[in-house]
C-alpha cells in the first residue's frame, strides 16, 4: 500500500471514479455526509445518508469487508474531513472524499437522484470486467497452456529487471502500433505492476478485437522469473 | 623491382586507409549528448543507446548520439543489468567498455542503465508533505504532481495533486507551473 494512504492521510476521489463505477456496475459504498433534509432534495444514485454528526456511531453499518472502496460526499471537500478520519480509523484503507462534493458532481452536468436516499449500506465485492482470478493467473503462468498468451505492459525499463516466463512485453502506450506482434488466436493474459495499465490494456485489445483477461493486482518479478501477487 | 615498389605503394595505401579509418574513428563522438548530463567523455568507453544485436555476427549497434558504432561481443563479455543482450530494448541507454582487438573493437562488457536512483537530498517524507498540505499550494508553495495512470487518480489523490502520468510527461510539459521557483512534488503508487 503506499505510505500516504497506509499512514491513513486525506484521499481524494473525483466524480469520473465514482460515474464510472456506476456506469460499470463496479460496487462501491457512497455516503452523502449532509442533513437528511439536504438529501432528500437530491443525492448521488446509490448513496446512502449519514449525517456527519452520526457518523460516529454508526460502526455497525458498514461493511464487514474493509477494502471495500467508501467514498464520502458532503457539499464540499473540507465538510467531509472529520467523517473520513472516523471511517478511515476503523480501517476502510479505500476510503475516500469526493473532491468537490456534490457541487462538483452538479457541476459535471451529471443527474440527481430524487425521492429517498438509502438506509442500509450493501457491498458485495465483484470482479472488474475483464479481470482474471489470482488462482487462475498462477496456473496459466505455471502451465503455459498453448492457448494463451502473456502480455506483460509495464514499461520496458521495469520489464528488464525481470519478467515471467514467456512473457511478452510490450508497454500499454505502445499496443495500438504494435498489435501485430499480439496473437488474434490465443487468449490475451495481461499483467502490468498494479493491475491499473493492464485494466487500460484489456480496453485496447477488446476494441480491436482481441480476446483477453488482466490481472487485477499488485505483481513483483525477480530477475528468474519468480514472482508475488498480492491484493490491495 | 617493379614488384617491392608495387608491394610498397600497396603498403602505403594500406597503412593510408589504416590511419584514416583509425582518424575518422577518433573523430566519433564516443558519448551521446545527453550521457554528457552525468557522464564524462571516456575513450575506452561509449555511452549512448542500443540499436540491436546480431547474435550470428556477434556484433551490437549502438549509436552515440549521431555516430553509429558496430562493436564486437562474444561469450566473454560482460553484461550488467540485462539477462540477454537480446533483452536489451531499442533505445535503451547502454554503456559499452571497448578495447581494440586486431583492429575491431570488442566490447569488454556493456552495461544498461539502471532505473535512476533518487537522491536521498531530493526526497520528501510524508510528514513534510503532510504540513505542505495542511498550509496549501498558495501559501507554501509547492505543484503536486500524481504520476501515476490517470485512472488511479480518480479512484484516489494526494489533496491538491494533479495528474500526469509518467509514461506521458513529456507530452503534458505544459501543466507545470510557468513560475520555476515553486517546489515541484512527485508521487506515484511506490510499486514498480
Redesign the interface.
Known amino acids: 500500500?503506499?505510505?500516504?494512504?497506509k499512514?491513513g492521510?486525506?484521499?481524494?476521489?473525483?466524480v469520473?471514479?465514482v460515474k464510472?463505477n456506476m456506469d460499470k456496475d463496479i460496487p462501491q459504498v457512497i455516503i452523502d455526509l449532509r442533513s437528511s433534509e439536504e438529501a432528500l432534495k437530491g443525492f448521488i444514485q446509490g448513496a446512502v445518508s449519514i449525517p456527519s454528526e452520526k457518523v460516529v456511531n454508526m460502526k455497525d453499518k458498514f461493511p464487514a469487508d474493509k477494502k471495500a472502496?467508501v467514498i464520502l460526499y458532503a457539499s464540499d471537500?473540507n465538510s467531509a474531513i472529520e467523517a473520513f478520519k472516523i471511517v478511515r480509523g476503523w480501517g476502510y484503507s479505500?476510503t475516500?472524499i469526493l473532491k468537490g462534493g456534490i457541487e462538483a458532481w452538479k457541476r459535471s452536468g451529471y443527474n440527481l437522484a430524487q425521492g429517498k436516499p438509502g438506509e442500509t449500506i450493501v457491498y458485495v465485492p465483484k470482479p472488474r470486467p475483464g479481470e482474471i482470478s489470482v488462482e487462475e493467473f498462477k496456473g496459466i503462468v505455471e502451465t503455459l497452456p498453448s492457448d494463451k498468451f502473456i502480455l506483460d505492459v509495464r514499461?520496458?525499463?521495469?520489464?528488464?529487471?525481470g519478467m515471467l516466463r514467456s512473457a511478452k512485453n510490450i508497454?500499454?502506450?505502445e499496443i495500438p502500433k504494435r498489435l501485430l506482434e499480439i496473437p488474434k488466436d490465443k487468449e490475451i493474459i495481461i499483467h502490468c505492476?498494479?493491475g491499473?495499465?493492464a485494466?487500460?490494456a484489456y480496453h485496447i485489445l477488446k476494441e480491436a478485437g482481441y480476446k483477453g483477461r488482466f490481472l487485477n493486482a499488485?505483481i513483483?518479478i525477480d530477475?528468474d522469473g519468480k514472482y508475488e501477487i498480492s491484493k490491495d | 623491382m617493379k614488384k617491392i615498389i608495387s608491394i610498397f605503394v600497396m603498403c602505403m595505401v594500406g597503412l593510408l586507409i589504416f590511419s584514416l579509418s583509425v582518424f575518422s574513428q577518433s573523430e566519433k563522438s564516443r558519448i551521446a549528448p545527453i550521457c554528457k548530463q552525468c557522464h564524462t567523455p571516456d575513450d575506452k568507453i561509449l555511452r549512448g543507446t542500443f540499436v540491436n544485436v546480431s547474435q550470428k555476427a556477434e556484433t551490437i549497434q549502438m549509436l552515440t548520439g549521431t555516430a553509429t558504432w558496430i562493436i564486437n561481443y562474444d561469450d566473454n563479455t560482460k553484461l550488467i543489468?540485462?539477462?540477454r543482450i537480446n533483452?536489451?530494448?531499442k533505445e535503451?541507454e547502454i554503456a559499452i567498455e571497448i578495447e581494440e582487438r586486431g583492429g575491431q573493437l570488442y566490447a569488454k562488457s556493456v552495461s544498461?542503465k539502471p532505473?535512476v536512483k533518487v537522491p536521498e537530498e531530493k526526497l520528501i517524507n510524508?510528514d513534510e508533505?503532510?504540513k505542505l498540505?495542511d498550509a496549501g499550494p498558495d501559501q507554501a508553495r509547492f505543484f503536486l504532481v500524481d504520476s501515476?495512470?490517470e485512472?488511479?487518480?480518480?479512484?484516489?489523490?494526494?489533496?491538491y495533486a494533479i495528474s500526469i502520468y509518467d509514461?506521458?510527461f513529456d507530452k503534458h510539459i505544459e501543466k507545470l507551473p510557468e513560475d520555476k521557483d515553486i517546489l515541484l512534488i512527485f508521487?506515484c503508487?511506490?510499486?514498480?
Do not use: C
Open positions: 500500500m503506499p505510505e500516504w494512504k499512514a492521510k486525506l484521499i481524494l476521489s473525483t469520473n471514479f464510472e472502496p471537500t479505500n475516500s514499461d520496458e525499463d521495469e520489464a528488464v529487471q508497454p500499454t502506450q505492476s498494479t491499473v495499465r485494466e487500460m499488485n513483483k530477475k | 543489468g540485462a539477462e533483452k536489451i530494448p535503451k544498461v532505473p510524508i508533505l503532510a498540505i501515476r495512470p485512472p488511479r487518480y480518480h479512484e484516489g489523490h494526494i489533496p509514461a506521458e508521487y503508487g511506490g510499486v514498480t
